[in-house]
């Protein structure tokens, strides 16, 4: 069935559209009533799908050329005058090239920037170390008064980009490059708060925390141990700052073993954020699943998933390993 | 003599057969490729590394060779066909494009590829890293030269000119920067998106000598590189005007082709255009 998901588009559409589609979608649906929003971009607006916005607003959206920076700059401005600013890049130069932008002129103060950045982990594939986005995480985390989202599929993108306008303040939302799989199917309704981590599945034995596309690897991964007879629970940590202590504390009295799975450095991203926790209100082993501490080889998305071991297969493989 | 008309002719046939091999090996890979921005800088690099750099593909780490950037990384995968056709890559190799744990992908690494002097593929970067190649030079005094490709929406990037006024600074004649001049970005129109014009006037301003050609044509190209040799104490910028996509029909000053793939149907039309044209050379 043919399900709205909200009045721009069907939930058909939804699930063939990738992560940046739909966010391209949303913005344009948001920017229909709050005529406060606008768009800036730094030559990759037909790849972030922030197209969508400048077609249908241009007035409102603004490229700034190959020049992130500059870009990251002029939304802190914007923010000051009172509009909700969203910005997108690639995630390597949204975190990376326009690092000290975001942290001084957009952090420090506070101020209404919404960071879409596409493209993250190892999603640019061939594309190699210049363009994989493995440290993002770990960079913008660390700034004060950051919101970091990381959504699961195309329906949560929509969920955080809606929830990022409602809050007032910096936020990261973290997307993929091509049609993510869908986590919530049949459009399973649930109600997205920032900070608020979702329990797929609860696990006595062992409980997968993961975020990103990491979500449905670790749905196959809980599916291949739960047939060895382990009890695997999946939580999707969609927001990785402020992390969800509460359901950490929870899981981690509740079975013997957390892992956390993200497509990403395993310093200073979600596994770094879930030991944090841990360690200091419920201390229990943690195994952290992301990419080791090396500049990564180039390769399909797919290829370079297996690679790093964040299939569900490689998950599965790995727990077995080590209990 | 550089300019003699044979040599001329000859390079402009080598062009058309690096594209030709660039659009062979791409879609071999079959993930796409920067055709847009490969095919326009063709003529650029083949004058560079067939007949006008000093590099020593036997030993690519010789002190003494002339360094290139290739800042506009993106601009990868002729540039391989070219290190491969040199000698400094193993040709076995451009079958491997873009597969996993190849030494070749969508951007140059140093590390992987013999005869690359820096890794890139984030734009703006390479002007800077030029400057420190030219100073070391000056420093050791050594006459090689710091040769560098820039994209033209790669110099809305402001470390460009942070690195463009250091070089002026610094008085480094040796370096010699190509633009890419296609009037073309990512998006769109470089004029459109984030106006360069007056572009010539900018590197003036920053204290460079600089010079307008055609990028296609390679007396030209070489003609503005003798020029670069009189020493004034300026760096040296030559704007190549350029075609994006030149040589394959539909791809000629089409943004769209900054990055794709050809379906079997382009694919046959692309390589007989171009081995059409590498055919008229021959003749
Ligand atoms: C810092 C950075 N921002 C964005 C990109 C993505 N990107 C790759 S090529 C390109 C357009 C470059 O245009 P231009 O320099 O004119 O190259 P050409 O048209 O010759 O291909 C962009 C935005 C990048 N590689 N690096």
Known sequence: MAEKVNQAWTFADVARLSDREIYGKTLVSLGTTNKNIVVLGSDLMYSNRTSDFLEKFPERAFNFGVAEQNMMGAAA????????????????????????????DICYPNLNVKIVAT??????????????????????????NMTVIVPADAIETEKAVRAAVEQEGPVYIRLGRAAERLVFQNGYPYDFK??????????????????????????????????????????NMHTIKPIDQETIINVAQSSKLLVTVEEHTVIGGLGSAVCEVVSEKCPVRVLRIGIPD???????????????????????EKILNIL | MKSDSSIVRELEKKSYEMRLKTAIMAEEYGGGCHYGGCFSIAEVLTALYFNILNIYPENPKHPER??????????????????AEKGFVPKEWLHTYNKLDSHLGMHPDMKKIPGCDMSTGSLGHGLSVAVGMALSGKLDKSDYKVFVILGDGELQEGSIWEAAMAASHYKLDNIIVFVDRNMLEFDGETEKIMALEPLKEKWQAFGWNTKEIDGHNIREILDAYESCLEKNDKPNVIIANTTKGKGVSFMENN?????????????????KELEKKINEYSM
């Open chain 1, 77 to 104: 401005g914007f923010a000051t005058c009172g509009k909700i600013a969203f910005v997108s890049t690639f995630a390597a130069f949204a975190s990376m090239r326009a690092c000290e932008q975001v942290r001084t």
């Open chain 1, 119 to 144: 493209h993250s982990g190892l999603t640019m594939g061939s594309g190699g170390t210049t363009h994989h986005a493995t440290e993002d995480l770990a960079i913008v985390r660390s700034f004060a």
């Open chain 1, 194 to 235: 920032i900070g608020r981590a979702i329990t797929l599945k609860s696990g006595k034995d062992v409980t997968l925390i993961a975020t990103g596309l990491e979500v449905y690897e670790s749905i196959i991964a809980s599916d291949i141990l739960g047939k060895k007879g382990i009890d695997v629970g999946v939580i």
């Open chain 1, 294 to 316: 090396v500049y990564t080889v180039i390769g399909s998305p797919e290829e370079l998933k297996d690679r790093y071991g964040l299939t569900g297969v490689k998950i599965a």
């Open chain 2, 66 to 83: 002339d360094r290139v950037v290739l800042s506009a990384g993106h601009k990868d995968a002729i540039y391989c066909v070219i290190l």
């Open chain 2, 255 to 271: 943004w769209k082709w900054h990055y794709g793939g050809m379906n079997s149907e382009q694919e046959e039309k692309a390589l």
